[in-house]
C-alpha cells in the first residue's frame, strides 16, 4: 500500500492488458498480468518560448512533467547540459555533455522524476538494483528526499560504483552472481512489500529522459539530422520518445546491430 493519498491520477497503463496504475499500491509491472507500464497518452511537450526564463535544467519542464502541481520537484540540478560543436572531417558533431549531471550520468533525469513522485506519496524506503549509474543516481535523490534507500548491487561491481552508492548515504547490497541475480533479490524484496524504485521499469522517469531531446531541438533550433546514442536497457531509448513530442515529423527510428556475432541488435534513434 501507498502510505499516503495520491494528489493526482497517475497517466500510466499497463502495455500488455491495458489496465490503469492502481491507485493503492506501487507495483513496478502489472499485477493483474506482469505487463510493463507506460504513459496512457502522450509525453507533454513544453515549448521553450512558454517556459519560465528564472528557471534551470528540468525545473524548466516542470508543467510537461508527470508531477502533481502540489508536488516538489526532488533536484539537485539536472538538466540543462551543454551541447558541445565538434569538427570531425567535414562534418559538425555535436555532443550532449550527460555527464555534467548531478551523479555524472543522464539518470539523473529519469531518477528526479521518479524520487519527486514516490515523495509526493509519502514513500520513506524503497530498494532499487543496479551495477553502477542508476544506483548512484537513485542513492542520491533518495538522500535529497529523505528516503531510506537499499541499492542491490552485483558483487562483481567496480569499486568506484560501489562508493559512489554509499557515499550518498544508500545501504549497499551486495549480491554474489551475474547481474540477473540482483535483479531477483531486489524482485524478492519487491514481493515482500519493499518499493521498488526500478530505473527500468518504473514509468515515472521517461518524461524526465525525454527533456534531452527537448533540450537538444532547442539548443539546435531545430530537430537533428541524426542522434547516436549507445544504449543498454530501454531506458536510454526514452530519450527518443521526447523527439517525436519536440518535432514529431522528423523521427525514424534506426535499429543499428552493435554485436553481430551474438545476433542482437541495439535500437538507435535516428532524425530525418
Ligand atoms: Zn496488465
Known amino acids: 500500500m501507498i502510505p499516503g493519498r495520491r494528489p493526482e491520477p497517475w497517466p500510466y497503463c499497463c502495455t500488455g492488458c491495458g489496465r490503469p496504475y492502481p491507485d493503492d499500491l506501487l507495483p513496478y ?38 508531477i502533481a502541481s502540489a508536488a516538489p520537484l526532488i533536484s539537485l540540478g539536472e538538466g540543462g547540459t551543454p551541447l558541445l560543436p565538434v569538427q570531425v572531417g ?15 550520468s543522464y539518470k539523473d533525469r529519469g531518477t528526479a522524476i521518479l524520487v519527486s513522485a514516490l515523495s509526493s506519496v ?34 562483481s561491481a567496480s569499486g568506484a560504483k560501489r562508493s559512489q552508492i554509499e557515499a550518498y548515504g544508500a545501504e549497499l547490497v551486495l549480491i554474489d552472481g551475474p547481474r540477473s541475480a540482483a535483479s531477483n533479490a531486489v524482485r524478492l524484496a519487491a514481493e515482500g512489500g519493499a518499493v521498488y524504485a526500478s530505473h527500468a521499469y518504473m514509468p515515472q522517469g521517461m518524461a524526465g529522459v525525454a527533456t534531452i531531446a527537448y533540450e537538444i531541438v532547442e539548443q539546435l533550433g531545430g530537430a537533428p539530422g541524426a542522434v547516436i546514442a549507445p ?14 513530442f519536440a518535432s514529431p515529423s522528423a523521427v525514424t527510428p534506426c535499429w543499428t546491430r552493435s554485436r553481430p556475432q551474438a545476433g542482437r541488435s541495439s535500437p538507435s534513434p535516428k532524425m530525418n
Request: glycine residues 10%; positive net charge.
Open 29 to 66: 509491472c502489472c499485477p493483474a498480468c506482469g505487463g510493463v507500464y507506460d504513459f496512457s497518452g502522450p509525453l507533454v511537450y513544453q515549448n521553450p518560448e512558454s517556459m519560465l526564463p528564472d528557471r534551470r535544467g528540468l525545473a524548466r519542464f516542470r508543467s510537461a512533467l508527470p
Open 90 to 104: 567535414s562534418r559538425v558533431l555535436h555532443f550532449k555533455c550527460e555527464h555534467l549531471n548531478p551523479t555524472g
Open 122 to 155: 509519502g514513500v520513506t524506503e524503497a530498494v532499487e538494483d543496479s551495477s553502477g549509474n542508476a544506483g548512484a543516481s537513485f542513492a542520491a535523490y533518495a538522500a535529497r528526499a529523505r528516503i531510506r534507500a537499499r541499492v542491490f548491487v552485483p558483487s
Open 231 to 244: 544504449v543498454g536497457c530501454r531506458k536510454a531509448r526514452r530519450g527518443q520518445r521526447g523527439f517525436e
